[in-house]
């Protein structure tokens, strides 16, 4: 045993020489390569960033943006492209497109035309959250993460210098006056001009003119129990509020101007108090900045308009970016969108939306000249309304302002009685939104039909309520809408000739006549969809045009038919993705005046 011992200690000996610095040696090498390969690694991913030579290539990021704001997002656009952005192994190239709001809603929800619009974005920034809330309540899946605020601006009233000093020379004008004072004789009494007559505040359509609608929040919000907003649903039933709403749609001059901009244009063309028959118009802080410099038209006016901001709680844009989901969405633009976000909210890429007119948390600046445009501190922002109350609002002011004529096919079959969310049915949700909708509505014309198998006898539809003014048979339309329940199958296409031959030989000239169908399954029995195609052709008239809107409550219903259907007549798609979506949906749609 002595002489293993022995032997082990002279290896160890023989050993401790050379083979050690050998291994040693090559330990090193081996180590210098790693590591020189982990350094080339860095250096070389930087060189591709830098070169924009990206191994899966390069992607780009499609930007839809409001014009207010659209020339300042591609100068950050820019200053992004700059930092050589790389996602995913990708080189991102951003691509900003200036488009209305009303056009990107449409195109999302109603099918994107390419050849019109170019290829369809990835991320949508609009003026106010009230177009993210419209595209969710038609489709919220297309909306990938919930929208953040990248700047504000808020509403101010746009008038010639001579309205716009006396307005601002009288004390304690609020919000919350206009009702009053739009709907008084001499309404520019209230600033001691009753020589001027009245105040005609022009209101384009709420739906598409943003402005308009926060400005109907807050004349709303002094009903509310703060003073300042925001207005709920529960609010849209009270006397005083209807009685509110009711005075604003009359008061609205009877030449008011489609939009925002072309009323902007009749006050510049004529300078005068009430001499474009208007005295002023709800506008965003940029937009009329924008105006009175010619950003968008290239040639400022003659005279530029004046802004005032009321008191009480300013109403104000909050340009949300709105990330969208869909087939078209990669996760190189999902990534790539949430990144240009955070880098729009640094404080460099902020002061380029302040230098463009808008208002932005860290930074003061103010684009010089403004004419016309006082940059007034705002101390109290209006807490606007939540998106099923923002649709209740536009869909309210529609119905009373076009005195709509509009017949509702409701879905009765079997499957309304499943899970809707919150532990109450589909058909529960359903009777909850129609019965909200006809009590809030001021005026127009509602009927109310039903849809299943066998309803009627052999029929699968029966008429519940004829269509007729809503302030004449509320009742009538309530209780039918109380006694929906769940029968049998679905038979939508025999159920939609019927309603569709009877709105035509009881179409109400002068007004926007229209069928809503909301229903939660694929056509079952009955007639074909090519067969609903050949009939509905054969009925149709160009003098009697009557869109068919569906709201498809839930995954059953079969997409492609009723979208065809909805193209077909001029109406719109909405999807419902359970129950509880059903009230901002149908608020939506019925807004669409």
């Not at 032997?7 to 180590?31: E, N, S």
């Not at 992004?80 to 200036?98: L, M």
């Not at 010639?160 to 004390?171: D, H, I, L």
């Not at 004789?185 to 709420?206: I, K, S, V």
Request: charged fraction near 20%; hydrophobic fraction near 40%; charge should be negative.
């Amino acid at each position: 045993m002595s002489r293993h011992r022995t032997l082990r200690t002279r290896v160890r000996r023989g050993v401790a020489g050379w083979p050690v610095a050998v291994v040693g040696l090559v330990a090193l090498i081996v180590l210098g390569v790693l590591g020189w390969s982990w350094l080339g690694g860095v250096i070389e991913r930087r060189a591709a960033a830098e070169a924009g030579d990206c191994a899966e290539g390069e992607a780009s990021l499609r930007i839809a943006s409001t014009p207010s704001a659209a020339d300042a997002v591609r100068d950050v656009a820019k200053a992004w492209s700059a930092t050589r952005p790389v996602v995913y192994d990708h080189c991102i190239r951003v691509e900003v497109q200036s488009i209305d709001s009303e056009v990107v809603l449409d195109g999302l929800t109603q099918g994107w035309d390419e050849a019109k619009l170019g290829t369809r974005p990835h991320a949508w920034i609009t003026d106010s959250m009230l177009w993210a809330n419209r595209l969710g309540a038609q489709n919220r899946a297309l909306i990938g993460a919930a929208p953040q605020s990248i700047a504000a601006s808020p509403v101010l009233l746009a008038m010639p210098e001579e309205g716009a000093t006396a307005m601002q020379a009288a004390a304690g004008f609020r919000w919350t006056d206009l009702p009053d004072i739009m709907s008084s004789p001499g309404g520019w009494d209230r600033f001691g001009q009753a020589a001027w007559g009245p105040f005609r505040l022009a209101m384009p359509d709420p739906t598409t003119n943003a402005a308009t609608a926060m400005a109907i929040q807050s004349a709303l919000a002094g009903a509310s129990p703060e003073g300042k907003g925001p207005v709920t649903t529960a609010m849209l039933d009270l006397d005083p509020v209807k009685a509110t709403m009711a005075s604003l749609v009359a008061a609205k001059p009877s030449q008011t101007p489609a939009s925002t901009w072309e009323a902007l244009g009749l006050l510049a063309d004529k300078p005068t108090v009430n001499g474009a028959g208007i005295s002023a118009v709800p506008v965003f802080e940029v937009d009329l900045y924008r105006h009175n410099t010619g950003k968008d038209t290239g040639t400022p006016p003659l005279k530029p308009l004046y802004g005032v901001a009321p008191g009480g709680p300013t109403p104000v844009a909050d340009f949300p970016f709105v990330a969208l989901a869909g087939d078209w969405v990669g996760e190189a633009q999902v990534r790539a969108a949430q990144a240009f976000r955070e880098f729009l909210t640094q404080p460099a890429q902020q002061k380029i939306l302040a230098a463009s007119g808008l208002r932005v948390p860290s930074s003061t600046d103010r684009p010089k000249p403004s004419p016309g445009v006082r940059w007034a501190t705002m101390t109290e922002g209006l807490a606007p309304a939540d998106s099923t109350t923002t649709q209740q609002i536009s869909a309210t002011w529609a119905a009373a302002d076009n005195g709509q004529v509009v017949t509702l096919l409701v879905d009765s079959s079997k499957s309304m009685e499943e899970p809707g969310g919150d532990g109450k049915s589909r058909m529960e949700w359903l009777r909850s939104a129609l019965s909200g909708q006809v009590s809030r509505s001021l005026s127009g014309s509602v009927g109310l039909w039903e849809f299943s198998a066998q309803v009627d006898g052999d029929l699968p539809y029966r008429e519940l309520v004829p269509t007729g003014p809503v302030v004449e048979q509320r009742q009538a339309l309530l209780d039918g809408v109380a006694g929906l329940k769940p029968l049998s199958a679905t038979q939508l296409y025999t159920s939609l000739v019927a309603l569709y031959k009877d709105a035509q030989q009881n179409y109400q000239t002068g007004k926007r006549n229209s069928i809503v169908v909301l229903t939660d399954g694929p056509n079952d029995g009955g007639l074909s969809f090519d067969e609903l195609r050949a009939q509905l052709d054969k009925l149709k008239r160009a003098d009697r045009q009557i869109p068919v809107s569906v709201i498809a409550i839930g995954s059953a219903p079969e997409r492609d038919p009723l979208t065809k259907i909805t193209r077909s007549t001029g109406g719109a798609y909405s999807v419902a993705e359970d129950g509880k979506a059903i009230d901002a949906a149908l608020a939506q749609i019925l807004s669409v005046g």
